[in-house]
């Protein structure tokens, strides 16, 4: 038994995932990565589905997104504090585990904060594939922090887009982002209005942070044909978009019970019409009929995504160095013995202290 | 920023945890444990509480376990698989997190397979105190799998057990239990029946592991004036008392809502009387009232045990060796900038390849 090792668990921390990414290449891990999710999607009724578990305080929240295929089983830890960047945190970190339904063990233990910002961007660029006009190519990113580049990345590999048109309340993030994406290729505008930034965008993404309602578009902001892409309102009481776009839009959700307390759908009655992504996917519902509809995917990140995304790291890991292996299990020589296991060590170190 | 280390979350591993405990001294570190669970049981209604989430499969469950304080975050992974032991498995593995509400940010991660069998054992003692005779000295001890040393070692430790009486259907478990106990003073008895065992027991703690009913006392075993310690009843289906025991027993639980699922009391009527322990702790209600009364700790385990444990964990860590630091986290130079860290990775990296 102890030559297989059971207590070992890979654990990929955040310089190895960087690695592993850069190594994959930043283009081509958004493309695997969007391959996983879209797989997932597709096999939607196989998971074991939960909305996420929320413990919210005045500064902000920390949940555990865990969901099952019944082969694995995976789950998030996430926060979202507005105020960390005061004191030099993050916004949002995140780790997650992969386990083994069969034996309950632990596969994969990794760093979630970059992961989760490259499987929300290749989420919303796979949803885009079926919702946006497909001659796009001019994408308003609206809210220019930690996930906009992220987002700009996954629509320009896979969807093509080549022009991008930015805005943030804070230009210095504007700038930040312009300076980060260029050598790409993309053609980039720093708007100096919400306004100005769609102006002929044929794709609006969306990602603010602050916990609150704003309205960052407005009814008449949202011209025939548009997709939009709402990544930032995902959580009680945080919306970006006005009541009258949802109530002009054809709206796309990941799994409409999370989404109704969640998404910009909140501010909508709890029966107002939405289509399940995956259904669009599996070609049971369509997803744009028309030039002139206006797409609407309300995106608020869902535990199947960050399932794929582990499985995707894990599938990564097969031949590379880009992990430590990390003692995190008991592994008596008798499984039942595990108060054993302490006094054989109690020996151990007691020849450690006479040697 | 960069010089608090902001990415690094200590993390103990089995083996440290095994030398942290062993250099603190098990009982020592039972009873320091114990002051913990104590502790946050008397300021019970701080506490933010909600039954485990489970995943249940043929083969077993896999469970988060959070809970809050308001100031700190903790959650436990823990499965139970019984058929591990099959392929040399631990039925039971855990792992755990604290978390600083303020931020969201880990402040530790811990190995929480031997944690848990610590806690589980320092909890019932806690309660024994409460709930058993004074004049206690012997304790029963029916199922000797992983947890039965433990218990030992915790009512030794915490209410000066002397005696015990070893039964396990698998008598090498019980020759296990009974040679690993050896040389601490204790009187020990290894039985041939779970009738033999109950006999002049003031405590008989049960602590089986099938997932399935199982009737490990009948009403006949239990006499005026025993504390019974009901440990492995711990989940939907799983029991291991007669009804009949119930119905003539004071029961004592830790959070109703989730005993009433998973405990003995399953078998019960869902408005059966049962007591909050804490409200026993903090004088609130009676405990035990007389001599002859049987008191029953329907025991399933809960988060606010596990959130005392990696308290207590995190506590110990000042100034110990006993742990490392894992890159868990992203921390970027500027927190808004996560795509900007991946790019300063590549520059590395680029450097690295050259060099």
Known sequence: MATENLNLVPFVSVENMMDLVLETGIDHSLAEL?????????????????????????????????????????????NGHPKNTRSGRQTVTAFGVLAEVESGYPLLLSEMTILTALRTAATSAVAARYLARP???????????????????????????????????????????????????LDIMACGSPEEAVEGADIITTATADKQCATILTDNMVGPGVHINAVGGDCPGKTELHRDILLRSDIFVEYPPQTRIEGEIQQLAVDHPVTELWRVMSGELEGRRSEAQITLFDSVGFATEDFSALRYVRDKLAGSRHFIELDLLADPDEPRDLYGMLLRRQVVLDHQHTA
């Not at 196989?46 to 996420?52: E, V």
């Not at 987002?151 to 320009?156: E, G, L, N, S, V």
């Open 135 to 185: 001659d796009s190519t001019t994408m308003a990113l609206i809210g220019n922090g930690a996930q906009s580049e992220f987002q700009a990345r996954a629509f320009k590999a896979l969807l093509g887009i080549d022009t991008l048109r930015l805005y943030d309340l804070d230009p210095s993030a504007t700038e930040r982002c312009r300076r980060n994406l260029s050598g790409l290729g």
């Open 34 to 78: 969007a391959q996983y999710i879209e797989e997932d999607f597709l096999r939607w009724e196989n998971f074991d589905k939960t909305p996420r578990v929320a413990s919210h305080s005045a500064e902000g929240v920390i949940e555990l997104m865990p969901t099952s295929d019944g082969r694995l089983y995976g789950f998030k830890y996430v």
